[in-house]
T-cell receptor
Framework: ETGVTQTPRHLVMGMTNKKSLKCEQHLGHNAMYWYKQSAKKPLELMFVYSLEERVENNSVPSRFSPECPNSSHLFLHLHTLQPEDSALYLC????????????????FGEGSRLTVL | AQKVTQAQTEISVVEKEDVTLDCVYETRDTTYYLFWYKQPPSGELVFLIRRNSFDEQNEISGRYSWNFQKSTSSFNFTITASQVVDSAVYFCALSEAYSGGGADGLTFGKGTHLIIQP
């Protein structure tokens, strides 16, 4: 099994649909992340969960709703999306030991390619 | 605020040539990490290297080498004797010191699309 698994790999949805992206990590990490990758733009950090608590929310519209039921699973619930939300959504995990200089490397999944019609 | 600039949007070279990918960063912190990731067509980002701000030693790993220069806020990546399999998008990223309360994630540059022609 790969370290970080994302499903579905591809998703097409209408603006009125509700769908969810799923991420699962098998690395024993304690932090998980959602990034958005749009064409010709830097990866944008959306949400960070550390020890299952959300610690970062970079002004993401409420139509994106994250959920982290345990340290191995992360969801991104989608509803009433706009065409400009079409992008590759990448999940990542890391092991953070706590304290200064705590940034470990991120392990990424292959992403979920979302198309909003 | 932190920022990472990768000025080269796309680079195309012929196989076996050496190629350098530039990365310039901005941060107000004195303690930070720098990263390089590779994104092949399959989509996932593959970790290549992490360097902390206190360690300016250059690093070599096989055909890959990294030049960290704090004086110019640069963290450049060189591939020697490039191969077609090196074709990918390469991202430079920065993380400032964790200040308690949770992880910060990484700030990425826009990436450089490297094309190695046979």
């Amino acid at each position: 099994e790969t370290g970080v698994t994302q499903t579905p790999r591809h998703l097409v949805m209408g603006m009125t649909n509700k769908k969810s992206l799923k991420c699962e990590q098998h690395l024993g990490h304690n932090a998980m992340y959602w990034y958005k990758q749009s064409a010709k733009k830097p990866l944008e950090l959306m949400f960070v969960y550390s020890l299952e608590e959300r610690v970062e929310n970079n002004s993401v519209p409420s139509r994106f709703s994250p959920e982290c039921p345990n340290s191995s699973h992360l969801f991104l619930h989608l509803h009433t999306l706009q065409p400009e939300d079409s992008a590759l959504y990448l999940c990542a995990s890391s092991h953070n030991k706590g304290g200064v200089l705590d940034t470990g490397e991120l392990f990424f999944g292959e992403g979920s390619r979302l198309t909003v019609l | 605020a932190q920022k990472v600039t990768q000025a080269q949007t796309e680079i195309s070279v012929v196989e076996k040539e050496d190629v350098t990918l530039d990365c310039v960063y901005e941060t107000r912190d004195t303690t930070y990490y720098l990263f390089w990731y590779k994104q092949p067509p399959s989509g996932e980002l593959v970790f290549l290297i992490r360097r902390n701000s206190f360690d300016e030693q250059n690093e070599i790993s096989g055909r890959y080498s990294w030049n960290f220069q704090k004086s110019t806020s640069s963290f450049n990546f060189t591939i020697t004797a490039s191969q077609v399999v090196d074709s990918a998008v390469y991202f430079c990223a920065l993380s400032e010191a964790y200040s308690g309360g949770g992880a910060d994630g990484l700030t990425f540059g826009k990436g450089t699309h490297l094309i190695i022609q046979p």
